[in-house]
């Protein structure tokens, strides 16, 4: 259930981007993303970087589209949104605090959390989903910048990279487990 909650404010806008204006999709998925924060507020969990940073994101490009300029293309929109979120990501593994940790330490025992793969396991499991976020938004740029491309090609390159990062964000745990023989190293929960 977290990764479908971490994962519904990006689910939402790309959907809603097929159906209605970048301002609506981009309002929703902020919305979302704030009762993703008030949900885990309500749970007792910490606020997330990645929740309070991705509704810093849609709402910036909201208020760029509304009071702005309302005519960037529905890939210019969707690259701003690729920007943003690869800004808060690589920003959270340069001070020093993947992101991911503050699931995995919601996860895992205060043992578990002091071992010292567990920075590293979080680490490499932000290192994928910021690398998943960098190939959205170089397929979106060739899309932009190459008319002969598809506008499927950046849907099928987004489904594709956020998979793998999941998939690596449940695997990479299990292995770090049969490798070392302790408990999981930290990972965003598929509960």
Known sequence: MTIFLI???????ATMMLVTSATVSLLAAALICLAVIAFDIARG????ILGVGSVL???????????????????AVKIAVDAGILAVSLGSILIGHPFTR???????????AKQPGFLHANYLITGAWTAATLLML????AVLYVPALPL??????????????VGFTRWYPQYRMARDGAPPAGALPSH
Request: glycine fraction near 6%; charge should be negative; aromatic fraction near 16%.
């Open 7 to 13: 994962l519904a404010p990006y689910g939402a806008f």
């Open 45 to 48: 969990r910490s606020i997330k």
């Open 57 to 75: 994101v849609f709402t910036a490009v909201g208020f760029y589209l509304t009071f702005v300029d309302a005519t960037p293309s529905m890939i």
């Open 102 to 112: 503050q699931y995995a330490l919601e996860q895992v025992d205060a043992e578990t």
């Open 138 to 141: 170089i397929s979106n740029i």
């Open 152 to 165: 499927w090609t950046g849907l099928l390159v987004a489904f594709a990279a956020r998979n793998a990062a």
